[in-house]
Structure formats: structure tokens, C-alpha cells
């Protein structure tokens, strides 16, 4: 049974375990309602973000550190026990180190709990002191922010992905005199909304942005999607930011298509878009603390799970899904994709995604985003994965989501299916 309601905006969702099973450092009357639960969560993990987040901002996550509870003056010292999958770290710093970009990031996630599964930073010209990449919020959106057009589209306007869109224009670019005019000619060319997402085209958000949606409708999409918003994890995340325009015109078109560079997230808010979908529509908070102990191996603090809560009916997430899956099969991932897809061995697994790309300031470079799903119908992941290049392009970001997922599933599907024979 899961435990759990609506707080506010805030949900807690405890996997069962039982009210007076909560473990919250020295507590010695653990909550008894709800409400006293999720406040003792959030407390929690301000402690414990107080404590590690200056060691994870720099990619140092120490064996043990000293914590002082809320209320309490005296310190701590209590062992850590990280949610980080070994194997799986050791994967993704090696990837990064073998491509060297001139700045990149792999963030992991289990799209059901919020468990981080890695988190990877690198720069090439700092590789000994670079700060967190996984952590900033400085990159352009760019293309992700298709995701919260797309969402607002499917839940608040009734669109459906099979929904036709005309457009003039090239494929990527975005110009005034196309986007803005409705005027169907000889060069007119229309398009499914699924097939607009998995390619990627400009020109056909910005018109789906005036046709069937109110800036309102974006606005309110990227707030449920926790833009302009602190992401209470156990470690700090710099905020994600969106400024959506007022009225309809071709400032809207820009961000409806993510074709701006004032629009930025960092990459552990774009895993958590991405398992949002996946875990169908509701947006799950990651930690990176699974539980601490004290002197005597006894635990004082075990992690719940917490989620944003419900940000898309099922039946939108859905949509929404069918969308980035095209993506992976027929659109801009399809041939980083092709050898996985093709493959028997991953038959089972079903990957989602979707690309971005946009010059950024900062750091300067341009920047190449995936983020995306893998699940073979019980394990749910979510990943975003970014480089930034100056100059040269050395490995694509969706090369690494398809490399991290091949990761994951590889051994765990010939695990599920020799306990089956």
C-alpha cells in the first residue's frame, strides 16, 4: 500500500513503509500525521544538503560528515550511505574522460524513486577542479522545452500527436515572416505533432503555440514542470529558469520551440522531466543519500521517496511518451539509436528521449543535449546527458544515453531471464 496525499504542491510517497518506521537522525517522537511527515523530510534534506552539498558541487561525496538535525546545536558525525550505483559510475566518468568535450555532464536517475544513479561531471581544461556541470543551470533549454510545449498541447488544449501541423520554412530554422503567417501556399508543408517533435522542427511548435495554445498555457506547464522553482533534493541544484511571454507573437514562438538561450535547466532537472513522463505524470525529487549511520552501525536517517506530484494525467504522459519514443526510432536520435533498437538482446526495453541544441554563454560553447527514458516495463530510468564544445565535436550527448542505457539493462535482462528459466 502506498502511503500519501497531496500537501500543497507536495506529495510524499513512502513505498510502504510504515509512519513509525521514519528514521530522522536522533528523533525520539517520530511524525504521526502526514503533514508532520513531509515536513520532516524536507527538513531532512536541508540538513544534508547544508552539510554535502559544498563536497558535491566540486564532485566529492565524503564516507562520512558531521550534521547538525534541525533544532539541535550539537553536531553529528555519521557514515554515509550513497544511492549511486557503482558500476554505473564507474561507466559514466569513463565515458567522459574518453570523449573529453570541452564540458559535459551525465545525470542518472531511477525515474520511479528518485534514487541517483550517477552523476558525472568533466571539463577538459580543469579536469582536476571543475565544478559540478550536473548541478548548473546555465545551459539553454533549447529543443527540451519542446517537452512542456508538447505536454501543455496533449493535457490542457486536447491535442493529440496525430494532430496535423502546417508550416513554411525550413526544418530548424525560425524566421518572423514564416512562423507568423498562417497563409497556406505551394510551399506549405503539414505535419503530425509526433513527427514534429521527433525532428525537431522549430517553425511547427511556434505555430502550434499560436494556434492551440495561451501563454498561460506554457507558463503553467513550465511551473508543473518546476521551472522558476528550487528542487528540494539532498544536495543543492542550481534553479531552472523560463520566462514565457505575455501575448502571442514571435517571442512565444521562440520559447514554445526552445529556440532561445534565456531559457536554461540544469541537467538533473532535464532527467527529471524525462521521469516524469516515464513514471506517468507525476515528477519524482532525486537523492543522492540513501541512509546514514551512526558510531554503532545504527541507522539514524533512511531516505523517502518525494514526489512534485501529479503534473500530467496518465493518459497526456502517455501521449507525450509515444512522442520522445519517435524520437529514438524516426527522428533526430534514430541513428545513434539504430544498433540498440535493432538489437534482440534489448527487445524488451522501450527508450524515449529528445535532443536540444543552441549556442550557450556559459559556458560559451554549443550546447548538445539528450534526455530521455529506458524501462523494460518494471525498472524505469531517466538520464540527461550534455556537452558543450567549442570548437570540435568529439561524442554526441544521445551517444552517451545510448551508451548508459545499453549500461544499465545489459546485465539486469540476462539476470531477469535466467531467474525465469
Known sequence: MVHGRRIASWMLMPL???????????EKAPPTTEDEW??????????????????????????????????ETAKMKLKVNYT????LQKESDMLLKRYKPDYAAIFMMD?????????????KANQQNGSNLALRATFPAASVF???????AVDKAGVSPEHRIGFNGGNYTLYKKNVLSDKVTKWTRFITLKEAFARSINTAFGRLSLENLEPKDISEYAERFMFNEVIPADFQVETSQASV????GFALTEVASGYNRFNTMSPVHGAMIAASIINDGKMIIP??????????????????????????????????????EQTVLTGTSRKTFRKLVRDKKFKEVEMGGKTGHFSGMNPKGRTDWFVGYATDGEDKIAIAAITVNVKTWTVKSSALGEMMFRKYFKDRLEEKRAAKN
Open 287 to 324: 537523492y543522492i543519500v540513501d541512509s546514514l549511520e551512526d558510531s554503532n552501525s545504527q541507522k539514524v536517517y533512511q531516505a523517502q521517496v518525494l514526489e512534485r506530484g501529479q503534473i500530467l494525467r496518465p493518459e497526456s504522459a502517455e501521449k507525450v511518451r509515444q512522442m520522445m
Open 146 to 152: 519542446k517537452v512542456i510545449t508538447a505536454a501543455a
Open 245 to 248: 511571454p505575455t501575448e502571442k
Open 84 to 87: 549511486l550505483d557503482e558500476e
Open 38 to 71: 513531509l515536513k520532516k523530510t524536507l527538513e531532512a534534506r536541508v540538513v544534508i544538503s547544508s552539510s554535502l552539498s559544498k563536497g558535491v558541487k566540486q564532485s566529492r561525496l565524503p564516507a562520512s560528515a558531521e550534521f547538525a538535525p534541525e533544532g
Open 16 to 26: 510502504g513503509l510504515l509512519l513509525s518506521a521514519f528514521l530522522f537522525f536522533n
Open 111 to 123: 525515474a520511479k524513486t528518485g534514487q541517483v544513479l550517477t552523476m558525472s561531471s568533466f571539463e
